[in-house]
């Protein structure tokens, strides 16, 4: 069988892109052995022509170009949707299913004719992404950026809408997407199947030596860097013999970061109590989870991040606010620590899990547990075998 995913796999010539493990780690598992043949389209605002990369002898990669974002957005992305389509037909890209992961980039519109051999993955939903970010006007020091990012997201949740009203078949992970589709879609037809994790995180990563915290986000304004800051400075206010130091990964924007600070009245934080690690690849990660006590996730919305279920797998414990999927994921105080949205509840959690270390090691070992059966390789194998091939008998 020939599978056709439409996906945001990073271009290998922009190392500023996201590198998207959950494509490339399902990619590998599900043609492992030789079940299934995978072309992954890619497309690539700015590129001038298709290029082809051979990843695997089963995984063909095709990346695509789009137009770029300023003229996309005044053509409310209806230029990417023909450009998108036009080069899926021409270039015979269209196999026996096709699979699109995530409603961000308004795949579906390109493929709308194929809907009956189409699944959609869930990953963010845009629609509450976009009204989060209204809230977040702080996150932008210029404010046409602000009202760029409003209408793309907004226009994006449009488009978002109508694609999952019109498709059938969707994976999912948590209550929180499955409660989205059946909201927008009552009779269609769900599968819940978990992200591959790297196999890098099956090993303990974890340390007792209580001085990193890490946050994993950058400045990316629905990641809650403004609260990490806020209580870490909190921290550091009541233990000032402590050695506790604050690792950020991601991309940190400077002008943004240093609003922040000005912002939250904490800019007398210390230059030398923030490591800041830049984007990390699966090595970097692992050396960050390795040398940390918890991971800090208090973000405004997310679905199921990545960042956090690694962490559970590898016996990191977090605290995450109890928004979006999460509650799906984190069982509180048995395999993780939700808080609502207050700086006081996430430093009153920091606080109770660097003073309690049979609390620490009681959520390690369950984390553990639960997120290792979770994301077994095997189930979320056979789980797409199996709706691959439902499927292709029922088309």
Same mark, same amino acid.
């Given at each position: 069988?020939?599978?056709?995913?439409?996906?945001?796999?990073?271009?290998?010539?922009?190392?500023?892109?996201?590198?998207?493990?959950?494509?490339?780690?399902?990619?590998?598992?599900?043609?492992?052995?030789?079940?299934?043949?995978?072309?992954? =389209?890619?497309?690539?605002p700015?590129?001038?022509?298709?290029?082809?990369?051979?990843?695997?002898?089963?995984?063909?990669?095709?990346?695509?170009?789009?137009?770029? /974002?300023?003229?996309?957005?005044?053509?409310?992305?209806?230029?990417?949707?023909?450009?998108?389509?036009?080069?899926?037909?021409t270039?015979?890209? =269209?196999k026996?299913?096709?699979?699109?992961?995530?409603?961000?980039?308004?795949?579906?519109?390109?493929?709308?004719?194929?809907?009956?051999?189409?699944?959609?993955?869930?990953?963010?939903?845009?629609?509450?992404?976009?009204?989060?970010?209204?809230?977040?006007?702080?996150?932008?020091? #210029?404010?046409?950026?602000?009202?760029?990012?409003?209408?793309?997201?907004?226009?994006?949740?449009?488009?978002?809408?109508?694609?999952?009203?019109? /498709?059938?078949?969707?994976?999912?992970?948590?209550?929180?997407?499955?409660?989205? $589709?059946?909201?927008?879609?009552?009779?269609?037809?769900?599968?819940?199947?978990?992200e591959?994790?790297?196999?890098?995180?099956?090993?303990?990563?974890?340390?007792?030596?209580?001085?990193?915290?890490?946050?994993?986000?950058?400045?990316?304004?629905?990641?809650? $860097?403004?609260?990490?800051?806020?209580?870490?400075? =909190?921290? #550091? #206010?009541?233990?000032?013999?402590?050695?506790?130091?604050?690792?950020?990964?991601?991309?940190?924007?400077?002008?943004?970061?240093?609003?922040?600070?000005? #912002?939250?009245?904490?800019?007398?934080?210390?230059?030398?109590?923030?490591?800041?690690?830049?984007?990390?690849d699966?090595?970097?990660?692992?050396?960050?989870?390795?040398?940390s006590?918890?991971?800090?996730?208090?973000?405004?919305?997310?679905?199921?991040?990545?960042?956090?279920?690694?962490?559970?797998?590898?016996?990191?414990?977090?605290?995450?606010? /109890?928004?979006?999927?999460?509650?799906?994921?984190?069982?509180?105080?048995?395999?993780?620590?939700?808080?609502?949205?207050?700086?006081?509840?996430?430093?009153?959690?920091?606080?109770?899990?660097?003073?309690?270390?049979?609390?620490?090691?009681?959520?390690?070992?369950?984390?553990?547990?639960?997120?290792?059966k979770?994301?077994?390789?095997?189930?979320?194998?056979?789980?797409?075998?199996?709706?691959?091939?439902?499927?292709?008998?029922n088309?």
């Amino acid at each position: 069988m020939e599978i056709t995913w439409i996906a945001p796999f990073p271009y290998v010539r922009d190392n500023t892109m996201h590198t998207a493990p959950w494509i490339s780690e399902l990619a590998l598992l599900l043609t492992k052995n030789g079940e299934l043949k995978i072309n992954i =389209v890619s497309p690539i605002p700015g590129l001038d022509r298709v290029e082809v990369l051979a990843f695997t002898p089963s995984i063909t990669i095709y990346y695509v170009p789009v137009v770029k /974002n300023a003229l996309d957005l005044l053509s409310l992305y209806q230029i990417r949707i023909i450009q998108l389509k036009k080069i899926l037909f021409t270039e015979n890209m =269209v196999k026996d299913i096709i699979h699109l992961h995530g409603t961000e980039h308004q795949y579906f519109s390109s493929i709308s004719a194929y809907k009956k051999k189409c699944i959609i993955s869930m990953q963010g939903i845009m629609r509450e992404c976009s009204s989060t970010l209204k809230q977040l006007r702080f996150y932008f020091p #210029k404010y046409h950026n602000y009202l760029r990012n409003i209408a793309s997201w907004s226009l994006s949740s449009f488009y978002e809408t109508n694609e999952v009203k019109k /498709n059938k078949t969707f994976t999912a992970r948590t209550h929180f997407d499955t409660s989205y $589709i059946k909201e927008i879609n009552p009779t269609a037809d769900i599968t819940c199947i978990w992200e591959v994790i790297r196999e890098e995180f099956f090993k303990e990563r974890f340390s007792y030596n209580k001085k990193y915290l890490l946050f994993v986000g950058g400045t990316h304004p629905l990641k809650g $860097i403004d609260r990490v800051l806020s209580a870490f400075s =909190v921290l #550091k #206010k009541e233990r000032k013999s402590s050695s506790l130091k604050l690792s950020i990964a991601g991309f940190i924007n400077p002008l943004v970061f240093k609003n922040l600070l000005i #912002k939250l009245n904490i800019s007398k934080i210390v230059e030398n109590d923030i490591e800041f690690l830049g984007y990390l690849d699966t090595l970097g990660l692992v050396s960050a989870f390795s040398k940390s006590y918890v991971l800090l996730h208090p973000s405004y919305i997310d679905n199921s991040p990545n960042t956090v279920c690694e962490a559970q797998v590898a016996g990191l414990p977090v605290i995450a606010t /109890n928004v979006g999927g999460l509650s799906s994921i984190i069982q509180n105080r048995y395999d993780g620590i939700l808080v609502d949205n207050s700086v006081e509840n996430l430093v009153n959690s920091i606080r109770e899990l660097l003073d309690d270390d049979h609390l620490v090691n009681s959520i390690r070992i369950n984390a553990i547990s639960t997120a290792r059966k979770r994301h077994d390789r095997s189930i979320i194998k056979d789980s797409y075998l199996n709706l691959y091939h439902n499927l292709y008998r029922n088309i």
